[in-house]
C-alpha cells in the first residue's frame, strides 16, 4: 500500500447490516466522495450517486462530493459507510411542482367553479376589489418563485427524496385550497380600515418580494462560478441586500414579511395561521443555518441573528 500521497484501499460497508458491498483497490489520494460514488455506481447501477450516502461513520453525517480521500480521517485502508437514500427528485423539478400547484389550485376558487361553493355561485365574482387584488398578489408570488426556480437558484444539494415530494405538496397545494376557499368565498368580508389597511398591506407585499428576490439573487451570485462550497453572505450596493448586516437568512425574513403582509391585505384567519406555521418552519431553517455558518466561519458577523434583527 501506497502512502498518503499515493493510493488508498478503499472498503465499502452497508451501514446497517455491516456486509462488505465492494473493495476498491489503487484509489488515488486526490480522489474525491463524488469519484468514489461513481465508482460505487459502476459496480452497483441501480445506486445512481444521489441515492448514495457515504459517510465515515454508520449513524454519521454524509461526505459531501468535494471531499478528498486524502483529507479524511482515515488509514491508507479506507472504510466507508453506504446507506441508500431511495429514489431521488431534482429540487428544480420540486419546487416547479411544489409552485405550480398553488397557483392553478387559487383559480379554482377564484372563479368559482361550480364543484366549490355550489351551483348558484359558478362563475360569479366577488364585489370586493380586494379580492381581485389577493388573487394578483397570491399568483405574483408563485411566477416569482417559479421564474426564481428556473432562472436563479443554485442548490447546494442537487436532489430530494422523491417520498417527500408528496407530503410538500400536501403543504402547499392544501394550504393554497384552504386560504383561497376563504378569501374568495361569497360569504366573504373585506378588511376592517379598508383601503388604508389594503394600501399599507400591499406596500409592504411588494417590498417583501423585491427584497426576498433580491437576496435569492445575491446568493445565487455566490455561485456562479457552480461552485457548492458555502461562502459568507454579505450585503451589496442594493439596499435590500443590507439586511444581511443582522441576520443571516434574510430571505426568511422577507418571506414571512410577505405573508404577514398577506394577512394584513385579506384578514383572513387561515392567512393568518398559513403565516405562523410558516414562520415557525423558517425559523427552524434559519436557525440551522446560522449555526451551519457559525460552525464552519470562524470570522462570522457576530451582530447577526437568524432571521428578526436582534431578537431571534
Known sequence: M????????VEILDWKTKKQLCFLDKVESNATIREIRLMFHKLYPQWYPARQSIRLDPKGKSLRDEEILQHLPVGTTATLYFKDLGPQIGWTMVFLIEYTGPLFIYFLFYFRMPFVYGLDERFTSSPHPVVNLACICHSFHYIKRLI???FVHRFSHGTMPLRNIVKNCLYYWGFAAWLAYYIN??????????????N??????????????????????LRRDGSRTRKIPYPTKNPFTWLFFFVSCPNYTYEV????????MTQCVPVGLFTLLCFIQMTIWAKDKHYTYLREFKDYPSLRMPIIPFLL
Open 200 to 221: 399599507f398591506a400591499v406596500i409592504m407585499f411588494l417590498l417583501c418580494e423585491a427584497g426576498n428576490f433580491s437576496i435569492h439573487v445575491a446568493l445565487s451570485d
Open 148 to 150: 426564481e426556480t428556473i
Open 185 to 198: 368565498h361569497p360569504l366573504y368580508t373585506p378588511p376592517s380600515y379598508g383601503k388604508k389597511q389594503i
Open 2 to 9: 501506497g502512502g498518503r500521497a499515493g493510493f488508498f484501499e
Open 257 to 264: 414579511g410577505t405573508w404577514i403582509s398577506f394577512t394584513i
